[in-house]
């Protein structure tokens, strides 16, 4: 024996990864994901925006999979909380809506990335090793939409959609006047009087429209007609 010292073994370094959504069936499939990897450990599950920011905090997670829609404090909110307080944390947004303008602003706020949960299987693991590599990553499916209304801006300038609907929106250029009608502070009655409709069926357009964009709160509406420049400041 040369009694040459044995080198100690020193641990595999891990991309560390938070996942955050207020859906525990949600969060199961990422982590399972995320995991199939064999560089990818998740270091926290987040239910709230809080919590989110908490763990954060706590961790400093090498990337954040975040859900737009959470309660306690929005997707919008923790994306400009963590590049204020953990900023070696990327963020790449997980979302149900398929929204040009939800994808800038979340760029806007410091975020890397954006990922349709539709698309999970194909394209999360792609987005991952992007974001990893600080490269910014857009579902394919929103890249191409933007490509075409890019085009066909340049062909029709000032063209900004029927009815002024922002390119891509999840609602129907109906449920865009509601949002329009309710961030200019009308009330039910007042609304279903401009769209000559009932008040019952001015209620169900509203339900319907906190359902279907996932709002927590009257709040969310109003910040997301800001937006995307439904009303003005």
Same mark, same amino acid.
């Given at each position: %024996?040369?009694?040459?010292?044995? *080198?100690? %073994?020193?641990a595999?370094?891990?991309?560390?990864?938070?996942?955050?959504?207020?859906?525990? +069936?949600?969060? *199961?499939?990422v982590?399972?994901?995320l995991?199939?990897?064999? #560089?990818?450990? &998740?270091c926290?599950?987040?239910?709230t @925006?809080?919590?989110?920011?908490?763990?954060?905090?706590?961790?400093k997670?090498d990337? =954040?999979? =975040?859900? =737009?829609? %959470?309660?306690?404090?929005?997707?919008?909110e923790?994306?400009?909380? +963590?590049?204020?307080?953990?900023p $070696?944390? /990327?963020?790449l947004?997980?979302?149900?809506?398929?929204?040009?303008e939800l994808a800038?602003?979340t760029l806007?706020?410091?975020?890397?990335?954006?990922?349709? !949960?539709?698309?999970?299987?194909?394209? =999360?693991?792609?987005?991952l #090793?992007?974001?990893?590599?600080?490269q910014?990553?857009?579902t394919s499916?929103l890249? +191409?939409?933007?490509?075409?209304?890019? &085009?066909?801006?340049?062909?029709?300038p000032? /063209?900004? @959609?029927?009815?002024?609907?922002?390119f891509?929106s999840?609602l129907t250029?109906?449920e865009?006047?509601?949002? !329009?009608?309710l961030?200019? @502070?009308?009330?039910?009655k007042?609304?279903?009087?401009?769209? @000559?409709?009932?008040t019952r069926?001015?209620?169900?357009?509203?339900?319907?429209?906190?359902? !279907?964009?996932?709002f927590?709160?009257?709040?969310? $509406?109003?910040?997301?007609? $800001?937006?995307?420049?439904?009303?003005e400041?």
């Amino acid at each position: %024996m040369s009694g040459a010292r044995e *080198r100690p %073994m020193t641990a595999p370094k891990f991309y560390r990864v938070l996942v955050a959504d207020d859906h525990a +069936i949600v969060r *199961r499939g990422v982590r399972v994901l995320l995991e199939s990897q064999p #560089d990818v450990q &998740v270091c926290g599950e987040a239910r709230t @925006g809080v919590e989110t920011m908490d763990i954060a905090r706590k961790e400093k997670p090498d990337l =954040l999979i =975040l859900d =737009l829609t %959470m309660p306690k404090m929005n997707g919008f909110e923790v994306v400009r909380e +963590i590049r204020e307080e953990s900023p $070696l944390t /990327d963020v790449l947004v997980f979302t149900m809506h398929f929204s040009e303008e939800l994808a800038r602003e979340t760029l806007r706020c410091g975020a890397l990335g954006y990922v349709l !949960k539709s698309d999970a299987d194909t394209e =999360l693991l792609a987005a991952l #090793d992007n974001v990893r590599h600080h490269q910014p990553f857009f579902t394919s499916r929103l890249k +191409i939409s933007m490509a075409e209304n890019y &085009v066909r801006g340049l062909n029709n300038p000032g /063209d900004s @959609g029927a009815a002024g609907v922002p390119f891509n929106s999840p609602l129907t250029p109906r449920e865009i006047e509601v949002v !329009k009608l309710l961030a200019e @502070g009308r009330s039910n009655k007042e609304v279903a009087s401009t769209l @000559g409709v009932s008040t019952r069926t001015a209620e169900c357009h509203r339900s319907h429209i906190m359902r !279907k964009m996932n709002f927590a709160s009257f709040s969310e $509406l109003i910040r997301f007609a $800001l937006r995307t420049s439904l009303v003005e400041p």
